[in-house]
């Protein structure tokens, strides 16, 4: 079972830069998440989409678009990367419930020089 | 206001000690709440979902007190594959979203 996927797992950007992160879910599930990880700063929310054709901000969204294109997949687009985007970024499932569990990729790496 | 507290440690503890975290959270009207385990430079996992009666998971313990506002996480019988990051995490209501403490790292010594 695949669960989450992420692509890519390491990416190093100039500033300036554009990327896209992909993610894709094989569970069925209706929401879906994009968190970064600083050190001593923990999980933070950037985006989420409850539903399929529906997406709001997180906690910390400036900067970043996202796109919901299938039930299956979401993705992360930095349009003019920063250094200050230098993270490791998660991708997340769950069922929609915030009482159920949420399934996390294995992490993007990404380095802006 | 949507903020969950966590001792970052690390709790540095021999192997078979027993060790307890604390989480406290900001928002008495919250929903449901959770452990879970992130390994070094890997995602993070449920550990366990934590009920108003408590619940055991082998030699994983949790609890919880909604009067004061916090969960705990009591391990028994530490092993070294218990080092890790436990990040506990509260489902508030109104939110269709989870909020994440910041972690608590473990270190189990030999």
């Known amino acids: 079972n695949a669960g989450v996927t992420q692509t890519p797992k390491f990416q190093v950007l100039k500033t300036g830069q554009s990327m896209t992160l992909q993610c894709a879910q094989d569970?069925?599930?209706?929401?879906m998440y994009w968190y970064r990880q600083d050190p001593g700063m923990g999980l933070r929310l950037i985006y989420y989409?409850?539903?399929?054709?529906?997406?709001d901000k997180g906690e910390v969204p400036n900067g970043y678009n996202v796109s919901r294109l299938n039930k299956r997949e979401f993705s992360l687009r930095l349009e003019s990367a920063a250094p200050s985007q230098t993270s490791v970024y998660f991708c997340?499932?769950?069922?929609?419930?915030?009482?159920?569990?949420?399934?996390f990729g294995q992490g993007t790496r990404l380095t802006v020089v | 206001r949507k903020e969950v507290e966590q001792d970052p440690g690390p709790f540095n503890v021999p192997e078979g000690a027993t060790v307890a975290f604390n989480c406290t959270y900001s928002?008495?009207?919250?929903?449901?709440f959770f452990w879970y385990r992130q390994d070094c430079r890997k995602e993070p996992k449920l550990l366990m979902s934590?009920?108003?009666s408590g619940n055991e998971d082998g030699r994983f313990t949790a609890q919880l007190n909604r009067a004061s506002q916090y969960i705990s996480l009591l391990i028994r019988d530490s092993k070294l594959s218990d080092s890790a990051t436990y990040l506990c995490?509260?489902?508030?209501?109104?939110?269709?979203?989870?909020?994440f403490g910041k972690g608590t790292m473990l270190l189990v010594s030999p």
């Open positions: 995490v509260v489902s508030f209501s109104g939110y269709s979203t989870l909020t």
């Open positions: 569970m069925n599930h209706n929401s």
């Open positions: 934590v009920y108003s």
């Open positions: 989409s409850a539903s399929e054709g529906t997406t």
């Open positions: 997340a499932s769950s069922t929609g419930s915030a009482a159920t569990e949420a399934f």
């Open positions: 928002n008495s009207a919250s929903q449901s």
